[in-house]
C-alpha cells in the first residue's frame, strides 16, 4: 500500500506551548488529607491556598480517620494525591488502608505519601519497599517546602499515569474497532464506524467531535459523501463539490494540497485525511469543532487509527470487487435463463430492483437488502432444466407440463446449493421459495405464511408483479389498475399481506422502474 503519513505530507497547525499541552483536565487537583490532628489540616491548607500545577489549583478533601477516608473515596473519583498519616484511630490504620486503595479498589493511579509523628513504629526502608507509595516522611521535617515539592512531583506522577492510561483505552478502541472494520465490507458502514470510533478518542480525553464526514471516490469518480456527523449528516450522497459553502473555501484548498497524494492536515480544531489505496481509490476524513489543547494528545492515535483504516480499506473495496464480479456472473446466468423462455433480459433486473424497494420500506437493513439484490435475479436458474418448447408456448399448460415447470423450483435448489458462498445459498433459497404461498397452497413444500423466508415472500411479490406488467409469449401486458385488483384479492391468500399494502403503496416507484429498464 502506498505510504500514507509521508513526513512531506503532513501539515500541522502552531504548537501549544507545553504549559497548554498538558492541560487536557481542567478541574482542580483533588488531594485527600488523612489525618488525625486538626492542627495538620490547617497548615496543609495554608500553604496550599495558592499552589497550581499545570494551571490547575487544588482541591482538598479532608478525613480524621481511615474510616472517613473510606466514604471520601465512595463519594469522590479522581483524586489525585493522598497525604496520609500513618498513626491515627490504630497504629498502622494508615498502613491498613494502602492496602485498601491499592488491593480493594484496584486503584493504581492515585499517588500516596504517608507523613508520621512516630517514625520508629514504622521504619522507612521497611515500609517504602513494602508499599506502593510515592514518598514517607516524618511531619517534623515536612515543610512548606518540602509539601510543595513533593505535591508537585506526585501530580506530575499522577498526570502521567492519567494520560498513559488514556492512551491505553485509545489504543483498546484502535484494536476494537479493527475487528469491525475487518469485517465490514459495506463502506457506508465502514465509513460511519470510522468516524465513530475517532470521536471515542477525543472522548476518552473529555472532548468530542462537533462534527465530521467520510467521502469517497473511485478514480473515475468525484468524492461523494457516505457518512457524517454534526452538519453533515443530512448531507450524505451528497458530492463534494457541492458542499464548498458548507466547509469553507479554505478547507477546500487544504485538501487540494494533499489530494493527489494523500496525507493529513492539523489545523486549530480541524482535522483533514487523505486516504490513496493501491486500487486508486480515495478517502477524504474530515472533522472540526475539538479542543485545540487536546489535539497534541490525540495526534499520534488519530495518526495510528488513521493508517489503520488506510490499510483496511483496501481490503474492502478489493471485497466489493469480488462481490460485485459474483454479482456480474448471477446476473449473466439470470439473463441467460430468461432468454431461454424468450423474455426479456431486464426482467431479472427490475425483479431485483422492486425486491430492493420492498425491502427497504419492509424494515429490512441495508447489508440484507444487498444480498437480496444480488441474488434474486437466479430465482428461475431451475428452468435450465425445463424444455423450452414449454417455456415458449404460446397457450395454457397442459397438467403434465405444468408439473414439469413446477419443478424448476427444486432443480434451481439443486444447483445453487452446492456452494458455501453465502450469496449462493440465498439464491438457492430464493429459487425454492419463491413460489410457495402465503397460504400454504404453492409450491413445492407447501409452505405458509412466516414460514417462507422474507427473501421469498418479497422475491414472490416482485416476480409476479414484474410478470403482469409486461407482455409474456402467453399473456398481454396488464394495466396497473387490473395489475392493483389481483394483488388486493390475493393478499393474504398468494402474497404477505404487509408485502401487498408496501408494493400498493409504491405503485408509482415501481412504474418508475419499468420506465428505467424496459423490455
Not at 28 to 54: R, S
Request: a negative charge.
Amino acid at each position: 500500500m502506498e505510504k500514507f503519513l509521508d513526513s512531506e505530507n503532513i501539515v500541522f497547525a502552531d504548537e501549544t506551548s507545553h504549559l497548554e499541552k498538558k492541560e487536557f483536565f481542567k478541574s482542580p487537583w483533588k488531594i485527600l488529607v488523612v489525618d488525625d490532628e486538626e492542627d495538620v489540616h490547617k497548615i496543609t491548607e495554608l500553604a496550599l491556598n495558592d499552589y497550581t500545577f499545570e494551571n490547575r489549583k487544588v482541591k482538598l478533601l479532608k478525613a480524621f480517620s481511615s474510616i472517613q477516608a473510606k466514604e471520601v473515596f465512595k463519594n469522590e473519583d479522581d483524586i489525585a494525591l493522598v497525604l496520609l498519616d500513618v498513626v491515627m484511630e490504630q497504629d498502622n490504620a494508615g498502613l491498613n488502608f494502602i492496602n485498601y486503595i491499592r488491593d480493594d479498589l484496584s486503584n493504581q493511579m492515585v499517588r500516596i505519601v504517608l507523613r508520621t509523628g512516630q517514625p520508629g513504629k514504622a521504619p522507612e526502608h521497611e515500609i517504602i519497599t513494602k508499599y506502593d507509595i510515592s514518598d514517607y516522611k516524618s511531619k517534623t521535617r515536612f515543610t512548606v517546602q518540602r509539601l510543595f515539592t513533593t505535591v508537585t512531583s506526585c501530580l506530575r506522577a499522577y498526570n502521567n499515569l492519567k494520560y498513559i492510561k488514556k492512551n491505553q483505552e485509545g489504543l483498546e478502541l484502535i484494536v476494537k474497532s479493527n475487528k469491525k472494520l475487518i469485517g465490514n465490507n459495506q463502506l457506508t458502514i465502514f465509513a460511519s464506524t470510522a468516524l465513530d470510533t475517532l470521536n471515542k478518542i477525543f472522548t476518552i480525553f473529555n472532548s468530542s467531535i462537533k462534527s465530521s464526514f467520510y467521502a469517497v471516490a473511485s478514480s473515475s469518480e468525484d468524492l461523494k459523501i457516505i457518512a457524517g456527523t454534526g452538519k453533515y449528516a443530512s448531507v450524505i450522497n451528497n458530492c463534494f463539490k457541492n458542499l464548498t459553502s458548507l466547509v469553507g473555501l479554505n478547507i477546500v484548498d487544504h485538501i487540494k494540497k494533499i489530494y493527489i497524494k494523500g496525507g493529513e492536515i492539523f489545523l486549530e480544531n480541524e482535522y483533514i485525511g487523505v486516504l490513496k489505496t493501491n486500487e486508486d481509490f480515495t478517502s477524504l476524513i474530515y472533522f472540526s469543532g475539538v479542543d485545540p489543547k487536546l489535539f497534541d494528545f490525540n495526534k499520534d492515535l488519530i495518526r495510528l487509527y488513521i493508517n489503520n483504516i488506510a490499510t483496511h480499506v483496501d481490503n474492502v473495496v478489493l471485497t466489493r470487487e469480488i462481490v460485485n464480479t459474483q454479482k456480474e456472473i448471477i446476473m449473466t446466468l439470470g439473463e441467460l435463463v430468461e432468454t431461454r423462455s424468450k423474455e426479456t433480459a431486464n426482467h431479472v433486473v427490475r425483479v431485483a430492483e422492486i425486491c430492493y424497494l420492498l425491502a427497504e420500506k419492509y424494515g429490512i437493513n441495508e447489508e440484507d437488502r444487498e444480498l437480496l439484490r444480488m441474488a434474486v435475479p437466479m430465482h428461475d436458474a431451475g428452468k435450465i432444466g425445463v424444455p423450452e418448447v414449454i417455456l415458449n408456448k404460446p397457450g395454457p399448460l397442459t397438467k403434465n407440463e405444468f408439473l414439469l415447470v413446477q419443478t424448476h423450483s427444486q432443480t434451481g435448489f439443486d444447483i445453487l446449493n452446492k456452494s458455501e458462498k453465502k450469496i449462493m445459498e440465498t439464491a438457492a433459497l430464493i429459487a425454492i421459495q419463491h413460489h410457495e404461498k402465503w397460504d400454504g397452497t404453492g409450491y413445492p413444500e407447501n409452505l405458509s405464511g412466516k414460514q417462507i423466508h422474507i427473501f421469498g415472500r418479497i422475491a414472490a411479490v416482485a416476480d409476479v408483479f414484474d410478470a403482469l406488467s409486461h407482455k409474456r409469449c402467453y399473456k398481454e401486458k396488464w394495466e396497473t389498475d387490473r395489475i392493483i385488483d389481483l394483488f388486493k384479492s390475493e393478499s393474504g391468500k398468494h402474497f404477505d399481506p404487509e408485502l401487498v399494502e408496501i408494493l400498493l403503496s409504491s405503485i408509482d416507484e415501481l412504474q418508475e422502474i419499468n420506465r428505467k429498464l424496459p423490455d
